[in-house]
Structures are given as structure tokens and as C-alpha cells.
């Protein structure tokens, strides 16, 4: 059975950064893209980064280009996303999501909190 576990969210003034971990077990992690997605209250969820199953090509929604970063180590079978330079509309859960057949594995989700 898959499993996504999230970890690292929390509470961090505007302009600062986190660095968000997921752990990622039951299948071969090096065959499946990845991707973050989060939701803001009252919000549908939505992408934030994407990563190819090799980490060869990385996509970004425009909202965070420039300011997060995603990678992954296929060794560990592990995905991290590194967010720079938060704002306050960067609040929200942060999931992490599997692309494996049918309708994927999500995580539990990790709150990120940005407010001064």
C-alpha cells in the first residue's frame, strides 16, 4: 500500500522560508512524477510544483515561480519543496501527491502559516 507522509509546515513571518519533506512508500518511487499541491480556506486545491519521475524537468504554478523550489531524491524516496520568500496568501494546507495509476496517493497534508 502507498503511502505519502508530509512534514515541516508551520508558522513563519512574510518574506521567510520553510522547507517541506515528503516521505514516500509501497512503490518504486523512481517510476512516478510528484507534485505539491495546496489549499487555501474556502479555495479549490491547486497545483504548486510538479517533478518528473528522473527530476530532469520541473513546472510551477506562476504564483510561486521564482520563489519555491521542488526537487526530489530518488534514493530516499523523498520530495522537498523548498518556499522562499513567503506571503501571506502562500497560507494554506501543502499536500504532497503521487502520481501513481488511477487517482494517485495524497498525503495527510502539512499547514503552512504566514502571517506576522
Not at 39 to 62: C, F, W
Amino acid at each position: 500500500q502507498v503511502q505519502v507522509v508530509e512534514s515541516g509546515g508551520g508558522l513563519v513571518q512574510p518574506g521567510g522560508s520553510l522547507r517541506l519533506s515528503c516521505a514516500v512508500s509501497g512503490l518504486t518511487f523512481s517510476n512516478y512524477a510528484m507534485s505539491w499541491h495546496r489549499q487555501a480556506p474556502g479555495k479549490e486545491r491547486e497545483l504548486v510544483a510538479h517533478i518528473t519521475n528522473s527530476g530532469a524537468k520541473t513546472m510551477y504554478a506562476d504564483s510561486v515561480k521564482g520563489r519555491f523550489t521542488i526537487s526530489r531524491d530518488n534514493a530516499k524516496n523523498t520530495v522537498t519543496l523548498q518556499m522562499n520568500g513567503l506571503k501571506p496568501e502562500d497560507t494554506a494546507v501543502y499536500y504532497c501527491y503521487a502520481r501513481t495509476p488511477g487517482s494517485g496517493s495524497w498525503g495527510q497534508g502539512t499547514q503552512v502559516t504566514v502571517s506576522s
